[in-house]
């Protein structure tokens, strides 16, 4: 049965058994937890979670924006870990990470780049942690860890307004647990898993809070380490012997400290450090020419280990005062990222490489298979990247004290200070008589370095002209800039400046605009408008093998988003419904342009895109039992006219939104459902199976124009794919233990086709892990 048909049957089928167990939703024996104000009925009610997308702490029903609210039990039953997997359950978000390196893409809503400043934003708490991706690393944003979390917040749409230039499409926000006050708590966890094909999969970590001085200062302290195993071999291409079983297997580890100190009761200074560090041993792509998926051989034939790591810390320093006419809020943040990789190119040069002098000349190595294929390891070629990001940023902001009264208001003052730095060395592999070079021999240096600086002053006011109509109005002014200095060194610079400066800086103006009607305590309904940004930057200048041109400079592009939706309780608080319709207008969109004799990529501004789509989340607890939720998003990205740079088209009408294999899936769809049931002496039991639904993109797509810049006609989409992972398990008390099914039915699309150049024919993949049997356990405290 294909993919898709599964899926949607798995569909139909939860939503048959929600009407059945519908008739059963007041059986005796159903849960007796509080209502909300205004309930008729002691039914079962879903837990109500507190959001903070507009800078105040909010039920997640009362805010007038499309918002995924996970807590941390949500967490812990969908087995997140990190920003992956918040992607994978939240429909209307899509993360792909590159076969050909560590190149990583979060789609919102459509909105996505793999160049540039990231149209997404990632938050730590109300820090944003998000980076550029140049042409010199390619390494993309950082993934946060998952553990100790009050909740992690996805806000869909630009949040422009209250969150700067970083959210252009949407924002992810990661909540961290606070110290206590008045009492010690905590929990900690472990797991053990085995992966089909593959390696071990291990963690363990754990959290606790509580106060040093009774209701004056308090403490909260968490360490995580965590193991996936690998299941992709690499072998050595011209034997077939296995040099690395199980090589892309990958460490995690966080650890976080805080304090909050409340000298007296209007006044709290929560100071932290938070430090993260992943290791991928190397990276998750295959050789389909080399592998048999379907015996569960997974092979690469790349003749050098490719590792990353990524590293941060996160110091912050939260203020919090309440003054007589305000809320006072200050956050100092300051954070430090260090990241490096090493990349195979021995393919890429001996594709491109005759034309520069690399890979033997022009028919590559000399391999009958073709000029990708090495005929050695002395062929081998290495190239480092390296990235040390540096974020010092301060927020300074006044909120009404009254949330809730007829004019409510938040403003403030925004300033961040960026620094990226990012080496890159691409070394040669042989010695032959064209270029006369020994091997080891750095043949092509780039040195980058960003300073962004924003400077921004924003407010957001609530007028509720009655009880049930609200509007809100917003604006943030910036004043962004940003520069770049670049440094050139190798063989295969001669006529490249040593030495390439540009900078340019804008005042952007970000408003919102929206209008709410709460028709009850528990039925909202809203429109908006709403505007996002992203800065510009600077290109690398052209190497002197290509004949061409390239613009020093790249504008920022924007986005307008209109956006009609609804917040439903019924059933008394058992079924919650969250419902958005909207359509976006991007302009000037960052696109790669390829220049077609060298392979150069840089950045313009190419094009506009329209984005249209619909949200659906809808969640029930029927009865004292059983809990359902069916999460649906649709969106339709496309390219709105054709655009041509030097004769050749970059893009046409009604092309998809971005460059194949990283391109979003236009439909996402989220089905659980979780039983409980008693066993003895108060223990508990539950079984949960979640089906996870990715629809193909049929396109077009900017490489399939002929003749066209990008064009690369082996390159395709990915496959529809499904995703069903169960769960079940005994909780008694605090303690709870849990046997685990992740990817259940083995499925093992290609993912993330991919080729070093055009006219290459060794191809890449990814793959989804295998299933992954599990079992986990955690107490709380």
């Not at 807590?71 to 039953?77: G, N, V």
């Not at 090589?247 to 932290?272: E, G």
Request: include cysteine; aromatic fraction near 8%; charge should be negative.
């Amino acid at each position: 049965m294909h993919i898709r048909q599964r899926a949607w049957q798995t569909l139909a089928w939860s939503a048959l058994q929600a009407c059945a167990l519908y008739a059963h939703a007041d059986q005796p024996g159903a849960s007796s937890a509080p209502l909300p104000e205004g309930s008729k009925s002691t039914g079962a009610v879903l837990e109500e979670i507190i959001v903070t997308a507009t800078k105040r702490s909010d039920r997640l029903q009362d805010v007038p924006l499309s918002i995924s609210a996970l807590s941390a039990r949500d967490l812990q039953e969908a087995s997140v870990k990190t920003l992956v997997d918040v992607a994978a359950v939240t429909p209307g978000v899509e993360f792909d990470r590159s076969a050909g390196g560590p190149l990583t893409n979060i789609a919102v809503r459509g909105v996505n780049s793999t160049v540039g400043a990231s149209t997404t934003g990632i938050y730590i708490d109300e820090t944003a942690i998000q980076s550029r991706v140049t042409s010199a690393s390619a390494i993309g944003n950082p993934l946060p860890i998952v553990f100790d979390l009050q909740r992690v917040e996805v806000d869909r749409g630009p949040q422009g307004t209250l969150f700067g230039a970083g959210a252009e499409g949407g924002a992810l926000r990661f909540i961290t647990s606070d110290p206590g006050l008045d009492r010690w708590s905590g929990h900690a966890a472990t797991e053990v898993a085995q992966t089909r094909y593959g390696g071990e999969s291990y963690e363990a970590g754990v959290a606790a809070g509580g106060p040093i001085v009774d209701n004056t200062v308090g403490l909260r302290a968490s360490a995580w380490y965590r193991r996936d195993g690998g299941y992709i071999d690499r072998i050595d291409p011209f034997n077939g012997a296995t040099v690395d079983a199980n090589s892309n297997y990958s460490d995690s580890k966080s650890a976080r400290i805080s304090f909050l100190v409340r000298p007296v009761d209007w006044l709290s200074v929560t100071p932290s450090i938070h430090y993260q560090k992943t290791y991928t041993h190397d990276i998750d792509l295959y050789y389909p020419s080399l592998s048999n998926p379907n015996a569960g051989q997974f092979n690469s034939g790349k003749l050098l280990q490719q590792p990353t790591s990524d590293e941060f810390t996160l110091s912050t320093v939260k203020l919090q005062a309440n003054a007589s006419f305000a809320d006072i809020t200050s956050i100092t943040s300051y954070f430090d990222r260090i990241a490096r990789t090493l990349t195979d190119t021995t393919q890429i040069n001996g594709l491109v490489g005759g034309s520069i002098g690399l890979g033997g000349g022009a028919g590559g190595y000399g391999n009958p298979l073709g000029p990708a294929y090495p005929v050695s390891y002395a062929d081998a070629a290495p190239q480092s990247n390296g990235l040390r990001q540096r974020v010092l940023s301060e927020e300074f902001r006044l909120a009404s004290s009254d949330a809730n009264a007829r004019l409510s208001w938040v403003g403030g003052l925004f300033y961040s200070y960026a620094r990226q730095h990012e080496p890159s060395s691409t070394y040669s592999n042989d010695d032959d008589a064209a270029n006369q070079l020994p091997p080891g021999t750095s043949v092509l240096f780039s040195d980058i370095t960003i300073i962004d600086r924003q400077l921004a002053v924003f407010g957001q006011t609530d007028w509720r002209f009655t009880d049930r109509l609200k509007l809100t109005t917003g604006l943030r002014v910036a004043r962004t800039r940003f520069e770049s200095e670049d440094l050139a060194a190798g063989v295969f610079t001669v006529g490249v400046p040593p030495q390439a400066h540009g900078e340019a800086s804008e005042t952007p103006v970000t408003p919102r605009i929206g209008l709410s009607f709460q028709a009850d305590k528990e039925d909202l309904y809203y429109f908006s408008v709403a505007k996002g940004y992203r800065v510009g930057g600077v290109n690398t200048p052209l190497p002197n093998y290509c004949t061409g041109t390239a613009p020093s400079t790249y504008n920022s592009d924007s986005l307008w988003s209109y956006e009609i939706g609804a917040k439903n309780t019924l059933l008394n608080g058992g079924l919650v419904l969250d419902s958005s319709v909207f359509h976006i207008l991007w302009s000037n969109v960052q696109q790669p342009v390829v220049i077609a004799n060298c392979g150069y990529t840089y950045l313009a501004n190419t094009g506009e895109v329209r984005s249209d789509g619909v949200d659906v989340a809808a969640t029930s607890q029927l009865g004292a039992r059983t809990k359902i939720g069916v999460s649906l998003a649709y969106t339709n990205s496309r390219f709105t006219r054709t655009v041509v740079v030097d004769g050749l088209v970059v893009v046409e009408g009604r092309d998809s939104v971005g460059l194949l294999p990283q391109v979003p899936s236009p439909l996402n769809a989220t089905v659980y459902a979780e039983y409980t049931f008693p066993l003895v002496n108060g223990a508990n039991g539950f079984v949960r199976a979640e089906d996870i639904f990715d629809s193909r993109n049929n396109g077009p797509f900017t490489t399939q124009i002929p003749g066209g810049l990008s064009y690369s006609p082996a390159l395709r989409s990915n496959p529809s794919t499904n995703v069903l992972d169960m769960r079940a398990g005994v909780n008694l008390d605090s303690y709870e233990v849990a046997l685990f099914v992740n990817n259940a039915l083995n499925a093992h699309p290609a993912l993330e086709t991919y080729v070093d150049a055009p006219n290459s024919t060794l191809f890449y993949n990814t793959t989804l892990r295998p299933l992954t049997v599990g079992l986990n356990a955690s107490v709380k405290f």
